[in-house]
């Protein structure tokens, strides 16, 4: 993966990094080779070297660069093979690494971030999407496009797609891919999808065009204006597409990335149509989970006799964390936010919350989203809304007034929310903060936003790609939008003092004020959390927003904590210090106050203990200071944040602190801080499930070392090989003989070699490869050292020595570990087991003894499961059959959240002939000796001595011969 590498945000340079075995450099860049020598010299005489840490949220660790230099070297050295970072080659979603270079590890001196993409794993990567374009071809395109779509892996948000949204003159689905975050528009790869999606519709439709597009964890869903087209799952690469015949519409996607996979986390995806006169309620909203094969109404169906108000669905998303399907309704009325119990993947009729209505202020809703693997929604339009606790609640975050926001983009890794309205403003927030600013705007006619892995912002347009500023400056999002606006307005101000370090400033609105302006007059939302600045001198730190409707013109104020203390003017400065206030009895409880204007100006007076006078013009409001100053997480479930402000945290899955399977996120959240600041939200996720250490294993009787695997001899105290070579293409014996194997898993297989014991029928139709399914060599297979040693039956063919034993074996250990993260447990109760000899072969039974205590559970589970339960501890196995036994172990469902499976292989040798062998060949001894007596006794009867008869033949004969 490619990314920049920054000691210094003015010494920059490319660096290429990729996930093989391959020779990492990294260097000083300075005017000249000498003086990029003379800074590695210096560092590495004292010792120093950089480090590289790769970290994602399952897996850390640190690499060291190579202290010795050679003479005409001028960068450091560090080869990481594949291996050492990850060994699983499959095709899965997979978390995209963060690369944290340092100077030396623990110093934090000289550091720089980049990210690291396994291209090996990632599903779209492997996906042949269509016809390769050319710069030429694409650039053909560019005339016709109106405007773009973007989507971005949930797991890499390197990896990521660019649509193109046509004109009438052109048909056609052009789309981009990048793995490099569209830093470089060069290496932007194109495909052209047209005769693809023709093939499924027929070339006798025209206009066809991308309308939206999802890339969902598995499944890439690209809706175009001939209907919605579906990929097959992405972990296993062709080029086929499904059709879904819907019309034009608007994709909704709850973006969580699913390394790891649990079974319990599946994607969704929501459609919606505009409604018109051919489209009911209940059909113009569907949707549907992975594979998106069927696709359900969004709402449940209704009893006529219930009555309901016509409402049109903006927005349905799926809350996997609470069970909830979440509706934006809007109706000639209102909007509002209805949250229902989502069970057996259905939505029910039954509210989980009361029904939230929005103000009528919110009249242009234009849909409503998660931030991505968090709880944060917002539901946005003329305004933005905030719900942190599942759409129960909404908070206003910002209204537009007459302004609408069109598109929102989200950045997991800095928490940035970037909101783009109609006219092209742009605002940004924070993932849970209650305020947000104004960073300037767009000009461009046709263009999209994205944000990388590293949440750098991009400004994609059809024929180039624009970043937010270089790497050194580092979550610069303003390079793109130009100028940061004033976010001051045009009025007056009335400052008052309420303590000596608190001040209240009251907006000033003219009485002939037109209704439809009054809000350009007033205090915001958008104030909250910023400073004002008085032209002459003095900065006050806006704490809160009030609105109010007394004193008369004066219809919202601002409390603020001053800064620096704010100029006096001077008489000379204004005339308005010229006027006077009297004060005069006016009753026993009465005071009559009266102004003397001396000037044409409206004027307010400080009543705080102090005699100045203020008055401002256009008011100066800028960004305060981050107001966060450090965070830090000590271990999986510690966390430690030390902020200046109130932390605030939320939790939405209560169920998860139960014996419940499930995740939630975990939301810290600093109310106080700044949008400026570079982290203000922390959202770790928590799952109530199996930890991806924890695995059972099964402990030999007979402990052999790599090095006699590798030989192939092991010999014990008696002289016997301990280690039995497989034949290739070994398939153990069957109930029926030895010569008749039924099973379909095939030991040290060989597709060029043939295959033995394959002479009756019902063996040649048994026997299937795995590893080597589709291979003509042994070679092709593909097998790795640890899958040639492990026992699991899924690696048979390629398993090709296993552990002998003599026959019998009787009473054999199965000593069984549980292993994780703090070390290893022994299997005992209540970690009850099945037994299985997954080739369906006999002659073996188990031993075990079980406690009074114990016994009862048994029993039951052995009902429920249909299958002998066992006690682990003691548990004993003997062996009566010869050859190879293979046998899997399984903990019981219910007392763990993960799969606990091991399997183990014995090979009896040397075991007497099977039945019945000893039984034919006593029965034809006894024969033959039974025979052998009975002539000898007969001979005897007849009182016939054949020796002496043929003894005196060969006497008779030999007299003959001499003669």
Known sequence: HYYKICFSPSNCHDFFFFLFLKKIQCFFQSENELTSREFLSVFTSGGLAPSLGIIN???????????????????????IPRENITKNTDIAAVEEWLVRITLQHGLNIYNTEGTLLDRVREPILQWKLGTMMTRNNISKVYPHVVDLKVTKCPCANDVALLGFIMDSTLDGVYIGLSFSGFWNYNDTTWYNLTDM???????????????????????????????????????????????????????????????????????????????????????????????????????????????????????????????????????????????????????????????????????????????????????????????????????????????????????????????????????????????????????????????????????????????????????????????????????????????????????????????????????????????????????????????????????????????????????????????????????????????????????????????????????????????????????????????????????????????????????????????ECFVTTIVPTLKSSCSYLKSMHHIPSEFIPLEDWNSGVHMDSQGFNMIKVLPVNYRPPSNMGIAIPLTDNFYHADPSQPIPRNLFHKSKKSGKFKQCANASTREECNCTNNQKFSYAVGFSDCREKVPRFKFPVTQYPISLKIYNEDGYIPVETPYLVTVAEVNNRENWKLKQSVPENVKKLKDYLGLILHAPVYNPLGLNLSVKGSELFHFRVSVVPGVTFCNLVEEFQIYVDEAPLPFPGHTLIAVAAAVVLGGLIFIAFMFQIHNSHPYQQLSKTDSVNLGVSAT
């Open 57 to 79: 949220s399952t897996y850390t660790g640190i690499f060291h660069f190579n202290l010795t230099l050679f003479s005409d070297r001028v960068y450091w050295l560090i080869d």
């Open 197 to 675: 999606i023709y093939s499924q519709v027929g070339e006798e439709h025209t206009e066809l065009s991308v309308v939206d597009m999802v890339l969902a964890n598995h499944f890439l869903v690209i809706l175009t204006s001939l209907g919605l087209f579906i990929s097959g799952d992405l972990r296993y690469p062709s080029s086929s597409v499904l059709l879904v015949d819907y019309i034009k519409g608007k994709l909704w996607y709850n973006e969580r990335c699913f390394a790891n996979r649990e079974r319990f986390e599946v994607d969704y995806i929501t459609i919606t149509f505009e409604r018109n006169r051919t489209l009911s309620e209940a059909s113009s909203c569907f949707y549907s989970k992975e594979p998106f094969l069927e696709w359900l109404p969004c709402l449940p169906s209704i009893s006529k006799r219930m009555k309901s108000i016509p409402s049109t669905v903006i927005t349905f998303l799926i809350d996997q964390e609470q069970s909830s399907g979440i509706y934006l309704f809007q109706n000639q009325k209102n909007t509002t936010a209805s949250v229902r119990i989502f069970r057996n993947n259905r939505p029910r009729l039954r509210q989980k919350f009361p029904l939230f209505s929005f103000p009528s202020s919110f009249s242009s809703p234009v849909g409503m989203v998660f931030h991505p693997r968090s709880h944060f929604l917002y539901a946005y339009g003329n305004q933005v809304w905030l719900s942190v606790d599942g759409g129960n609640t909404f908070e206003l975050l910002a209204d537009f007034h007459d302004d609408i926001i069109k598109n929102v983009y989200h950045s997991f890794y800095t928490s940035d929310i970037t909101f783009v309205s109609q006219s092209g403003k742009v605002y940004s927030t924070k993932a849970g903060l209650g305020r947000y600013t104004e960073i300037g705007s767009i000009s461009d006619q046709i263009f999209t936003l994205y944000y990388d892995h590293m949440g750098f912002i991009h400004k994609l347009t059809p024929d180039h790609f624009e970043a937010s500023g270089s790497f050194g400056a580092f979550g610069n999002s303003k390079g793109i939008f130009g100028q940061a606006p004033d976010m001051g307005f045009e009025t007056a101000l009335a400052p008052q003092h309420i303590t000596l370090n608190e001040m209240i400033f009251f907006a000033y609105v003219p009485e002939n004020e037109p209704q439809g302006s009054i809000y350009t007059k007033k205090f915001n939302e958008i104030h909250f959390g910023k400073v004002i600045r008085s032209r002459k001198t003095g900065t006050a730190y806006i704490r809160e927003i009030l609105y109010h409707d007394t004193p008369k013109g004066f219809l919202s104020s601002v409390i603020a904590e001053m800064i620096d203390p704010f100029g006096i003017e001077a008489v000379h400065e204004s005339s308005c210090l010229s006027s006077s206030l009297s004060i005069n009895q006016a009753g026993n409880f009465f005071y009559k106050l009266s102004l003397q204007l001396q000037s044409k100006y409206n004027n307010t007076s400080l009543m705080a203990g102090k005699n100045e006078k203020l008055s401002f013009g256009k008011n100066l409001i800028s960004q305060d200071n981050c107001l966060l100053r450090y965070w830090g997480r000590t271990s999986t479930y510690e966390f430690g944040v030390d902020t200046i402000q109130p932390v605030a945290v939320t939790l939405n899955n209560l169920h998860l602190l139960g014996f419940f399977q499930g995740s939630t996120s975990l939301a810290f959240i600093v109310w106080g801080a700044s949008t």
